[in-house]
Structures are given as structure tokens and as C-alpha cells.
């Protein structure tokens, strides 16, 4: 039988993860479906419940509901914990399975889609919502010389930095020094806001990284600037989903070929 995934989010009709999972199927020879599914704002447990109750075997989980998947989940991978959201859910003998992909698709991303260690590097991750909170686990897990925290408001990122040990925080007027790995993790590109980020802080032959993806943001225009190489954050959308799939059927597609076929469309 046809085992049955989606994607659930509020909107959805964007998503391009039916698109990402169908490739990954094809390749790795997978019987599966994979669809959006629509929850609405007040109902996302019910449409849960209603997909699993259809035969569902899983779920991708996306804006706004990753916290309300946290708290729906009977467990959760230590990952998901770290994160307090979460971006795939597993059904299995009547329970739910959180985890948590977002982190490890963009340390996949950078060290091996983009060749660039994380190890021993200094990094600044900017902002301090959801995606900032999913990434510094698995960051801090590649050992980088230093993780630096900044946000617009400063307490979230003083609080993200007192919830893991091995990062600071500091606000964009306090922000120094010099970074091999800066991560945009905050949605300004959405609305075109430019960061108010000091001289200085790309380092030579640093890498900036911009979650956002198919846009060329103000954070990838100021990193240009300084001399930095740049990447968006369609590999980290890919990855995520590539060990999402590996939750779910124990094969990890290849999504290089999946990678290339969303940057040509
Ligand atoms: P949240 O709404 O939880 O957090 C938004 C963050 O952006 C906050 O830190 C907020 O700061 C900051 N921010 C928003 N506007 C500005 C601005 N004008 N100037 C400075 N900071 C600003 O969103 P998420 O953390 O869930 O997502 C962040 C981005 O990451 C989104 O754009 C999303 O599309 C992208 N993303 C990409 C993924 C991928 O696979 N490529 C996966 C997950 C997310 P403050 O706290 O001060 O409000």
C-alpha cells in the first residue's frame, strides 16, 4: 500500500516539499505519496489527528505550527528537545514521534553541499526565533572555535545563550570582531530590511549564510559587499527534507541531482 505523507503549515500552497519528497521517492524507489495539507489556525491537533486517522505515516510540519507540534508529540529526539519546535512527526503504533531535521539540513548544507567546516570557525548566528533556536544544538555539535548570538531584541538572544552553554549574546550595537560563518537566521529578507550589521564582522574567505531562499536579500547584498561568499538557503530546505525522508524509510536520497532541478526551475 501507498504510504501517505505532507506537509502541514497555514499557508501551504507554496511549499515546494511535495516537490523535494516526490524526487526523493523516485530516486530511492519509495511507494509513497506525498501532499500539502491545509491546518487551520485554531485546529492544527485535530488536523492531525485527522490525517493519521486517514492512514497518514507522517508530516513536515511548517509556519506557524512547529511549537504546537512540540507540544503534541508524545517523544521527542533529543534535537527536537534542544529546539522546542518541531518539523517531523512519525506515527507509528498509535504514537507520535517529534524531531527535529531543520538544524542538521543546514549543517549538511555548509560543510558538504558548500565545502566549508564549521569546525573550529567563528560564528555569528543572527536572530533568535525558531530558526536560530533549531540550528544552535547541531552547530554547537561541530565544535566552531566560537558561536556569537545577535538579535534585534537582545534579551531573546541573552536568553537563547543562557539555555546553551558554549554561545554569547550580544546586541547589533555591542556586535564585534570578525567571523568566518555568519548565518542570517532572521526573516528581514522577507520585507527587504537591511541588518544594521558593524564593518568588519566577514572575515576573509568568510561564508555568509542567508536562510531565506530565491531572493537576493539585503543581508546577501551587504555580504557581497564586504567580500564574502554567499549562499541562500535553498540547500538547508533540501537537506531538512533529505533527513526527514532517512526518519521515515531508513534511505538518505541523494539531493544533488533534487538540489540542482529546484535551482534550474
Ligand atoms: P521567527 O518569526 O520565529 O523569528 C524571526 C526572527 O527575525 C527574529 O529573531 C526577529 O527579531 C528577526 N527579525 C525579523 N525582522 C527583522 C528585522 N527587520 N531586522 C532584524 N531582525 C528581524 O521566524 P523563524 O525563526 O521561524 O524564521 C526565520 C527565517 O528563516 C524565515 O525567513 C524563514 O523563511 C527562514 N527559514 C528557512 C529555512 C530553510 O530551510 N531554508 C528553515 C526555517 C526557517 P526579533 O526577535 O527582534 O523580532
Redesign the pocket.
Known sequence: MTDRYAVVGNPIAHSRSPQIHTLFAAQTDQDLRYETLLAPLDAFAATVRGFIAAGGAGLNVT?PF?EQAFRLADTLTPRARAAGAVNTLSFTDGRIAGDNT?GA?LVADITHNLGTAIAARRVLLI??????R?VILPLLEQQPAQLALV???AD?AVALAQAFAGCNACDFATLAGAFDLVIN???????D?E?PLPPGIFATGCLAYE???GKQTAFLNQARSAGARCAD??G??VE?AAEAFFVWRGIRPDTAPVLKTLRSA
Open positions: 509556519v512547529k531543520d539540513g536572530g533568535a526565533g525558531g530558526a536560530a533549531g538579535n534585534r531584541t531573546k537566521a532572521t526573516s528581514a529578507g522577507l520585507s530590511a541588518l536562510m531565506v531562499y538557503g535553498l538547508m530546505l531538512q
